[in-house]
């Protein structure tokens, strides 16, 4: 018999449990007396402010009950009637008990576009709630390019377009930053932040292009076919010229003597030895004149024009990002292998 007393007191004390929970909860006291004079109130008409207030007591009654997921899907529905910055700071609340910090400071945002309308003590909470999610629960990423026209992506979604520089909150962890322009490689950065810091990454880029290119300049292998085609005709010139001596000496020459008498021996003529030299100097310059030439050619092929795209300047093995928050600056190094 005492143990169903004993589960029934338990039950008891769970439920006064429940009940002080729901007591204390923000949402218990997020009502605030409004005139009807609020600006919100006249971008609306009475039948959809009657219903968007029916789903917001049914929210609260799921708020005060801990049902916080059913809280949220109802003022998101009375949201969706009536844009109400009350009903964004009752689910900026719950949207903090579930833990999605992010969407809650959305809301908070959303709530303070409404400025002095909002009231001076909602004002002050909705600004320092934000503060306190930012400086304890988010973090920020700031993120600059030089390049125009440049379009940058935060994991995978549209962020901000063109030169400058721009910064988000976002949830704590690793995040990857990318930018993308035609005509450039794209460049992506990842970074890991953690909440109450932010991290800068800048993004360079490179252009993606065709590059034509040559070994030497193009006069280079031509100095050098000319040199050779050069030295060749000097070759030519002093092989005529030795053609000519040799034929001079072969008609200084004596006629043919009678070999009965006996013949004694003559000199070469001076112009046969002349001859003989410029032969000799002829074949060198035609040896020297022909391999210049070669080598003329062949620098000229080698020098033919090449085509080569451009690349994308390679990260080092070390990433280093700064990471900054209220009171300190260091920074994140991530090891690349």
């Avoid at 959809?48 to 708020?63: E, I, S």
């Amino acid at each position: 018999m005492k143990r169903p007393i004993r589960y029934r007191h338990l039950g008891a004390v769970a439920a006064a449990g429940l009940l002080a929970l729901a007591l204390l909860s923000p949402a218990a006291h997020a009502e605030v007396a409004r005139s009807g004079d609020e600006p919100w109130y006249r971008q609306s008409n009475a039948d959809v402010r009657q219903r968007a207030q029916a789903l917001f007591a049914q929210a609260v009654d799921k708020h005060l009950q801990l049902l916080r997921g059913d809280a949220r899907d109802l003022y998101d529905q009375a949201l969706a009637l009536w844009d109400n910055p009350d009903f964004q700071w009752n689910l900026a609340l719950v949207l903090e008990d579930l833990g999605q910090y992010l969407h809650a400071y959305h809301q908070l945002d959303g709530a303070l576009r409404w400025g002095e309308a909002l009231g001076a003590e909602r004002l002050r909470e909705v600004r320092d709630r934000m503060q306190a999610l930012e400086s304890r629960r988010l973090a920020r990423i700031e993120a600059s390019s030089d390049e125009p026209g440049v379009d940058i992506t935060l994991d995978g979604q549209p962020w901000f377009r063109g030169a400058g520089r721009q910064s988000m909150l976002v949830e704590p962890g690793e995040h990857y930053i990318a930018a993308h322009k035609a005509g450039f490689f794209p460049v992506t950065r990842s970074v890991s932040v953690r909440a109450g810091h932010a991290a800068r990454v800048a993004l360079p880029m490179d252009a993606d292009r065709l590059l034509e290119t040559r070994r030497w300049p193009v006069w280079k292998p031509w100095v050098v076919i000319s040199a050779g085609v050069a030295v060749t005709a000097i070759g030519a010139g002093l092989e005529r010229q030795a053609i000519v001596h040799r034929d001079a000496a072969a008609k200084s020459l004596p006629g043919p003597c009678d070999t009965s008498k006996g013949c004694t021996p003559t000199k070469s003529p001076a112009g046969y030895d002349r001859a003989v030299t410029d032969r000799r100097i002829a074949i060198g310059a035609f040896v020297a004149g022909g391999t210049t030439l070669v080598v003329g050619l062949t620098m000229a092929w080698i020098n033919q024009l090449q085509v080569n795209r451009t690349q994308a300047r390679a990260p080092g093995p070390i990433e280093v990002t700064p990471i900054l928050s209220a009171g300190q600056a260091g920074v994140s190094a991530r090891l690349r292998f």
